[in-house]
Every structure is written in C-alpha cells, then in structure tokens.
C-alpha cells in the first residue's frame, strides 16, 4: 500500500460531522453555542457542555436563546450618520473584557467592526430600557434602522453568514434583501 493509499483510507474513515469544541462529541444540526468572553471567540457546543456555562460570568459564557422586539426603536438619519455606519444594517454588542461597545455591520467580504461613541450609545440606550437588559458577550442589539431587536450573537453571525453567502455583484443583487428579510421574519 502506499502512502496515497493510506491518506485516502484515512480520510475515508473520518468522521466529517462538527463536534463540540469542548468535549469533542459529536454536534446535532441545531446545536448551543458559547462565548470565550475574553477574545469574543464563538464556540459550537453540546447541550452538556453549555449547561456547565449556565453563568453570566467566567471565561465561557452561554448564548441563550432570547429573542426581543423593542417595539418603539427607532434610528433617525442623524443618529445613524453619527455612528459612521454605510449600510442601514449592525448589530452592536457590548465586550465584558474591554468594557466597551462595539457595532458589526455586514459586507460582502464578511462583519467589519466599527467603535461606537459613548454618546451614540447612550442614545441608544434612551430609545428603550431593554437594551440596559441586554447581555454583555452573548447578546446583541440588532438594529435595521426602522426597528431594534435583543437578539442572540450567534443569529448575528449567521445573518452575517447570510449575506455573505446570498451577496452578489457590486450592490448585492435582487435577492440580498428579500433574504434579509425572511431572517427578520424569522426571529419571530
């Protein structure tokens, strides 16, 4: 046999499927995932190495599932042109580990990351209480500028990976938005 033989036996008898990355068990389709708060690092997990970061604090934190409308958010253009933002569409999401606010906003090329000014942020927080409630690390708020949700981060990143994935041409083309939407719909 030789060595080409023996890599392809090899590869033939891995398991491809996605594993915990804390306990190497294999993962479900849907699957809990968990922040490495110090880096913002997200990690795919079990069910029963998620429930050991039940916690709101430590090295490793849980994304919950809570999904909230903020029924009068509202960003004005003024407000929006403050943050320096070029798309009508981030997600802002406060880091334990510098104590800070930072917005993500999509491109084709993946999520560019942008400071928040303190005022901006304190604006934000004005435009309804719920935001105060929102979780360092794990949650977010997701803002398209006629309306706000608290949303899980690991959604953020799949709406990043949406877009990504659906992006095409200069402009993102004619299915980029109606995709967009039927996310926001479905956060429902």
């Not at 997600?91 to 800070?100: I, L």
């Not at 435009?127 to 409630?133: I, N």
């Not at 877009?163 to 095409?168: D, L, P």
Request: hydrophobic share 45%; net charge neutral; aromatic share 8%.
């Amino acid at each position: 046999m030789n060595a080409l033989q023996r890599i392809r036996e090899f590869a033939a008898k891995r398991d491809p499927g996605e594993r915990c990355a804390l306990c190497a068990t294999a993962l479900e389709g849907r699957h809990a995932h968990v922040v490495e708060a110090t880096i913002g690092k997200l990690l795919c997990v079990c069910i029963g190495c998620a429930t050991v970061f039940d916690h709101p604090t430590g090295k490793f934190r849980r994304v919950r599932d809570r999904v909230a409308r903020l029924a009068g958010f509202r960003m004005e253009n003024d407000e929006w042109q403050s943050l320096g933002i070029p798309v009508g569409l981030a997600f802002f999401q406060k880091r334990s580990a510098r104590g800070d606010v930072v917005a993500f906003y999509p491109s084709p090329l993946g999520a560019v990351e942008s400071s928040v000014p303190a005022d901006a942020w304190e604006s934000m927080l004005r435009k309804d209480a719920a935001v105060e409630s929102m979780e360092a690390d794990v949650e977010a708020l997701l803002v398209r500028r006629a309306e706000g949700l608290i949303v899980p981060i690991d959604k953020c990143y799949e709406l990043i990976g949406l877009i990504r994935r659906e992006w095409r041409g200069f402009s993102g083309g004619d299915e980029i938005w109606p995709a967009v939407d039927r996310f926001f719909e479905g956060l429902a």
